[in-house]
T-cell receptor, first 110, second 115 residues
């Protein structure tokens, strides 16, 4: 079965720490990859996406993600988090439909 | 450009009732997808409509149905509500069908509580 796995359920870090969230998928062939974020009380927003080309993609708010085809991975990174990055982060893979990982709750302590 | 809008934002129903949720996509978007979000199951795909035709369907019982109108607005219906249907129902729109890989933009959701 097709699936998307996010490695961490809950991550707690302090401001200025670096963040890396893992995402692996099990689909073969061409896929489109996304990271969405859901801030408390807000709706899902697109952070970044990968369709083709440079496997290192940059998104909003200083986030970036690297697509490693051989590892079926699309990990999200941010060098220095802020308190306002507290949110739930979802990795998603699009083939004929958008399939989401379980999400990772990130709590940034001031 | 206005975003995806969903109405109502909150609903409380009792078991056995039915409910209809509405979604208005971003202007010009022709694809509407619906998702159910729960703490236990996460985000699960319900179905996708494009040009008034259902293009794809997730693994949900037949009590869950939907439709799309000529102006791309979409409705989903849940009949014979069960307690387990309590969830946040999200609608997302995109220019093209999901299979084309187009970015989906999400609405704020409708919070359904079944008592």
């Amino acid at each position: 079965a097709q699936s998307v796995s996010q490695h961490n359920h809950h991550v707690i870090l302090s401001e200025a720490a670096s963040l890396e969230l893992g995402c692996n998928y099990s689909y073969g062939g061409t896929v489109n990859l996304f990271w969405y974020v859901q801030y408390p009380g807000q709706h899902l927003q697109l952070l970044l996406k990968y369709f083709s080309g440079d496997p290192l993609v940059k998104g909003i708010k200083g986030f970036e993600a690297e697509f490693i085809k051989s590892k079926f991975s699309f990990n999200l990174r941010k060098p220095s988090v802020q308190w306002s990055d507290t949110a739930e982060y979802f990795c998603a893979v699009n083939r004929d439909k958008l399939s989401f990982g379980a999400g990772t709750t990130v709590t940034v302590r001031a | 450009k206005a975003g995806v809008t969903q109405t109502p934002r909150y609903l409380i129903k009792t078991r056995g009732q039915q409910v209809t949720l509405s979604c208005s996509p971003i202007s010009g978007h022709r694809s509407v997808s619906w998702y159910q979000q729960t703490p236990g199951q996460g985000l699960q795909f319900l179905f996708e409509y494009f040009s008034e035709t259902q293009r794809n369907k997730g693994n949900f019982p037949g009590r869950f149905s939907g439709r799309q109108f000529s102006n791309s607005r979409s409705e989903m219906n849940v009949s014979t509500l069960e307690l387990g249907d309590s969830a946040l129902y999200l609608c997302a729109s995109s220019l093209a069908v999901a299979g084309a890989g187009d970015t989906q933009y999400f609405g704020p959701g409708t919070r359904l509580t079944v008592l």
